[in-house]
């Protein structure tokens, strides 16, 4: 199996976007735990929830196999609850 370039930046614009999606998600954990706003908990984690959903749309229209978007979904939901376990 070939990988062309167009893939490999596909490939790595997903990985970024990961990334992005946990480092915000940190960030508002951190926030809201110096807050201590338990409706902005709510509210942030239902926009989170939704914006997973839009990312999830996006990638299955970019043509992503299905197998490779739920490997990258698992690998950056484990990554986020041991980052926050260990800073928070």
């Given at each position: 199996?070939?990988i062309?370039?167009?893939?490999?930046?596909?490939?790595?614009?997903?990985?970024?976007?990961s990334?992005?999606?946990?480092?915000?998600?940190?960030?508002?954990?951190?926030?809201?735990?110096?807050?201590?706003?338990?409706?902005?908990?709510?509210?942030?984690?239902l926009?989170?929830?939704?914006?997973?959903?839009?990312?999830?749309?996006?990638?299955?229209?970019?043509?992503?196999?299905?197998?490779?978007?739920?490997?990258?979904?698992?690998?950056?939901?484990?990554?986020?609850?041991?980052?926050?376990?260990?800073?928070?």
């Amino acid at each position: 199996m070939e990988i062309s370039n167009e893939n490999i930046l596909l490939y790595i614009n997903m990985v970024l976007g990961s990334i992005a999606m946990v480092m915000v998600a940190l960030g508002i954990m951190r926030y809201f735990s110096l807050v201590y706003d338990s409706q902005g908990y709510g509210l942030t984690f239902l926009g989170f929830v939704f914006l997973s959903n839009y990312v999830f749309f996006l990638e299955k229209k970019a043509g992503i196999d299905n197998k490779i978007i739920w490997i990258k979904s698992i690998i950056t939901a484990v990554t986020f609850g041991i980052l926050a376990y260990i800073l928070y």
